[in-house]
């Protein structure tokens, strides 16, 4: 057996084993950011299905705030394309985006809630110590043999 067909054996091993945990696990390509979080938490599919819903919820209110920045943005270019610049409009355009903000805020706060209230105790204690030490999701680099986290 050739050292590219030994090779080629191996990475279709690797490639099966990976999707069936990810297929066994019921992850979505949606879900994979989270596969480091939910692995640490040891979360149910229930759980999962949480966090799931309240960060595409997330996203989606994200999509319309930038498409509504970017109606500000151009409603920003045409009152600096005027002779005169009014502080006042400006003001108007940015605080027409307030709401915006606060509707985010708020629906941040109530799907943090309902992510609280899916864990139990030590799952919570195990997400807060990943919050504060800014250990979300892939967002962390670990060393490629070890698993252990990098110096940065």
Same mark, same amino acid.
């Given at each position: 057996m050739s050292f590219a067909l030994g090779f080629a054996v191996a990475f279709l091993v690797v490639a099966l084993?990976?999707?069936?945990?990810? !297929? !066994? /696990? /019921?992850?979505?390509?949606r879900s994979w950011p989270f596969w480091g979080l939910f692995s640490r938490l040891a979360t149910s599919p229930a759980q999962e299905r949480v966090f799931l819903d309240e960060s595409a919820k997330l996203? #989606?209110?994200?999509?319309h705030l930038r498409a509504d920045w970017r109606a500000a943005r151009e409603e920003l270019s045409a009152l600096l394309? &005027? &002779?005169?610049?009014e502080p006042s409009r400006v003001e108007a355009v940015l605080a027409a985006r307030d709401e915006g903000l606060a509707t985010l805020r708020r629906r941040a706060? #109530? @799907?943090l809630a309902r992510i609280h209230?899916?864990?139990?105790?030590?799952q919570r204690k195990l997400l807060? @110590? &990943?919050v504060r030490e800014g250990r979300l999701g892939g967002?962390? !680099? !670990?060393?490629r043999w070890s698993g252990r986290p990098q110096a940065a």
């Open positions: 084993a990976v999707f069936l945990r990810a !297929r !066994r /696990r /019921r992850q979505t390509p996203r #989606e209110d994200l999509a394309e &005027a &002779a005169a610049l706060a #109530e @799907g209230a899916a864990l139990d105790d030590a807060a @110590g &990943a967002a962390h !680099r !670990r060393c």
